[in-house]
């Protein structure tokens, strides 16, 4: 059966009965990422999608040779390289797990074969989309519009157990600051 938080999710965002969710089984799988292993890499082509069930994953890209931090995905996010996903083009961007990690994962082929079965399954893509969408939204405001501190307040508030987990020259990076910067801002 489709993970518990998964299908938890999937009902969420569409009304799925157990038995719709139970017959799509087959087209997922398990996926287990060890702590520093890459689930994507810069050049390859992305054909699956995933949803984290445990672990941590960091979003980067190598510009110049610095890496920077886009986003961190926690337990119940969807991850993928989403430009190469639906384009079929060599992904941009790296994703790594920071801890051993387990995502549910499906082919891009699979997905458009549940497309085409149930609207169901339309509705919990374009949703799932949607609110990725506004995520990345109220993240490019959040850099563009808050101070340096009020970026690390809000993410002490969305994410309040990263800092604890996640190494503190990402956090920067992510946050869009140096590290100089964001220790002097955390020792405030």
Sequence with gaps: MIHKSFSKLLKKVAPFSDNE??????FFEVAKVKKNE??????????????????????????????????????????????????NEPQKENIVALENSQLITITREDLFKLYSKNWK??????????????????????????????????????MPGLIDSVPLQYIASYLG???ETFSRIRSK
């Design 38 to 87: 890459h689930y994507l890499r810069e050049g390859q082509t992305n054909g699956k999608i995933g949803f984290v069930i445990d672990g941590v994953f960091r979003c980067y890209y190598n510009i110049k040779n610095k890496e920077i931090t886009t986003e961190f995905l926690l337990p119940g996010s969807i991850v993928a390289g989403m430009l190469s996903f639906l384009t």
């Design 121 to 158: 399954w339309q509705q919990a893509g374009r949703i799932l989309t949607e609110m990725n969408f506004i995520r990345i939204e109220k993240r490019s405001i959040c850099l563009q519009t808050l101070t340096a501190k009020e970026r690390y307040e809000e993410l002490l508030k969305e």
């Design 177 to 179: 600051m140096s590290p």
């Design 21 to 26: 969710l139970a017959a799509a089984d087959h």
